[in-house]
């Protein structure tokens, strides 16, 4: 059943001619009589003791008082209609959406928890958007998104903001990364010194994202001067990257170990660990499937080291090549 907004019938026959300029092309889409139309119009004129349509030329304009009304009736329509979404979402989460922000970073972390939503929810329409950390904030804030999964400020001097409320998920910690073909890879229980650190090349997401920040803000902390190789805006550059090449990156532990052909480093001083956190808006109308969505956050956190695939279990491809390529060597020499 289509929705239907219940809205001043004056208001939706002024909008309507605000549209098309004209009483009898917005008398035939609204499905009334023209005479109907302009007596609701003057009715609506008489009450507010003010000419709101220009009525002179070939077509009807908005007076200078007729566009600032139109301007705060469009923004009532939208709270009504924002109002009767709101009533249909409580209908048992059987139907509705979710708008969700996230990092490059937090969605290989909480992937998991997006297919647990989808699974309990199979009604509810997820939308993902993925951007930096600072852009999903302000879109949390100007309402275009209504969770966002990132990293806590990490940093005291970085504003929080009070429009902003965040819950925490859990703590990653951060490890050097490298791929089977560094020469780091045999020792990866050894744990690398800051000096270590300096030597390596590394593939790291530009400066637009807190992960860079925060490896950043920890090399100047510990005067460690990184040898930047590659910046990009893509994970799965960097992960492919690492993998295929000698190039070593700073990465969490549990994308690490969830990757084929990565190992992970210990480093001496640790890198301080990030906080993944939930934020929505702090006030405002919080949707059914958003508070649903957080609960169940909460609840997968507890949890998520069962809930991350294991894509060590199947044998890797970059592991194997060097054994094959020793058969066919022996195949040839006989």
């Known amino acids: 059943m289509s929705r239907r907004v219940v809205f001043p019938r004056a208001l939706q026959y002024l909008l309507a001619i605000a549209e098309y300029g004209s009483y009898t092309r917005a008398a035939e889409a609204l499905h009334v009589s023209q005479p109907t139309l302009s007596q609701q119009i003057k009715q609506l004129e008489d009450s507010l003791e003010s000419t709101l349509l220009d009525r002179s030329g070939r077509t009807v304009r908005l007076t200078d008082a007729g566009q ?3 301007h705060y009736a469009r923004r009532a329509f939208g709270e009504i209609d924002a109002g009767t979404r709101a009533i249909q979402d409580v209908q048992d989460l059987t139907r509705g959406s979710l708008r969700l ?24 329409t997820l939308h993902t958007l993925e951007l ?18 990132v990293f806590s400020k990490p940093f005291a001097s970085e504003p929080q903001s009070d429009e902003i409320e965040a819950k925490l998920l859990f ?13 780091l890879a045999e020792h990866h229980k050894k744990k690398l010194t800051g000096k270590d650190f300096s030597q390596l090349s590394l593939v790291l997401l530009n400066s637009d994202f807190a992960l860079r920040r925060h490896i950043d803000r920890y090399c100047h902390d510990n005067n460690i001067k990184p040898r930047i190789a590659m910046e990009t805006n893509s994970l799965s550059v960097i992960i492919e990257m690492v993998q295929v090449g000698t190039l070593a990156t700073i990465l969490p532990y549990g994308i690490i170990c969830a990757q084929c052909g ?3 480093h210990n480093i001496n001083p640790s890198i301080p660990p990030k906080a993944i956190t939930v934020i929505h808006r702090r006030d405002g109308y919080k949707s059914p499937a958003c508070i ?14 069962n809930e991350i ?12 090549e060097p054994t094959l390529r020793g058969r066919r060597r022996k195949v040839a020499k006989s």
């Open 292 to 305: 649903a969505f957080m609960q169940l956050a909460r609840d997968w956190s507890n949890n998520r080291h």
């Open 101 to 124: 922000g996230w990092t490059p970073i937090t969605d290989y972390l909480t992937c998991t928890l997006l297919e647990k939503f989808n699974k309990r929810y199979p009604g509810i």
């Open 171 to 183: 703590k990653e910690t951060l490890c050097i990364a490298t791929g089977n073909g560094h020469p």
């Open 132 to 149: 930096p950390q600072d852009e999903i904030e302000s879109a949390i804030a100007e309402d275009r998104i209504d969770v966002g999964i």
């Open 262 to 264: 990565l190992y992970a």
């Open 68 to 70: 600032i009304y139109v």
């Open 309 to 320: 695939p294991s894509r060590r279990r199947r044998r890797c491809p970059f592991m194997q």
